[in-house]
Every structure is written in structure tokens, then in C-alpha cells.
């Protein structure tokens, strides 16, 4: 079985700035892409930023220039450094990754259980 584990969430005041990680374990022959998608209470989950396997960054527009994600390949790990925050980024964040379990089979999406993040006026 495949986990992903979560941390970092918390309150923080507008401006203020918060770092999420994500670490994969579990039988893990390869992963792809890693990334971070957010879902605020009554809305879609959505893409905030993506690693492609091939190490491309990809933003959402609500969060380039704030918003920095980061891959460490061997910690099988992917982190979101988020500065200036806004009460418009309160949300709870998952982490989302699609992992390989054995060179025959095909990649997997995974997703955590989620971190609520809170952003204060």
C-alpha cells in the first residue's frame, strides 16, 4: 500500500507565510508527477502547483510569485512554501502524487488525508 502524509497546515495572519510537506512511503517502485491541490468548503478541489516527473513547475495564476513547490526525489517528498498569504488561499490542502508500485503496473493516483490551512484578515 501507498501513503501519503501531510503536515505543515496551521492559522496564520494575512501576509504571513506557511510551508507544507508530503512524504510518500510504502511500496514505491516510481513516481510521477507530485503536487498540491486545494478545496475551500462548497467549492471544486483545484490544482495549486504540480512537479512533473520530468521536474516542470506548474502554478495555478492565484498563487505564482507567493507559492514555491519543491520535490526532494530521494525522500520521495514534495513540499509547498506559501509567502504572503491571503484569506483567499484558506483552504484544505492535499497532497496528490501518482506513484508506480512495480514496473508492470500503471501509475496510481494517490491523495492525503488533508491540511487545513486558515488565513486571517
Known amino acids: 500500500q501507498v ?3 501531510e503536515s505543515g497546515g496551521g492559522s496564520v495572519q494575512a501576509g504571513g507565510s506557511l510551508r507544507l510537506s508530503c512524504a510518500a512511503s510504502g511500496t514505491i517502485f516510481s ?15 483545484e490544482l495549486v502547483a504540480v512537479v512533473t516527473g520530468g521536474g516542470q513547475l506548474i502554478y495555478d495564476d ?11 526525489t530521494a525522500k520521495n517528498s514534495v513540499y509547498l512554501q506559501m509567502n504572503s498569504l491571503k484569506p483567499e488561499d484558506t483552504s484544505v490542502y492535499y497532497c496528490n502524487a501518482n506513484i508506480r508500485q512495480r ?4 501509475y496510481t493516483p494517490y491523495w492525503g488525508q488533508g491540511t487545513q490551512v486558515t488565513v486571517s484578515s
Open 31 to 45: 513516481i510521477g508527477h507530485m503536487g498540491w491541490y486545494r478545496q475551500a468548503p462548497g467549492k471544486q478541489r
Open 103 to 106: 514496473s508492470f503496473i500503471a
Open 3 to 5: 501513503q501519503l502524509v
Open 62 to 72: 492565484s498563487v505564482k510569485g507567493r507559492f514555491t513547490i519543491s520535490r526532494d
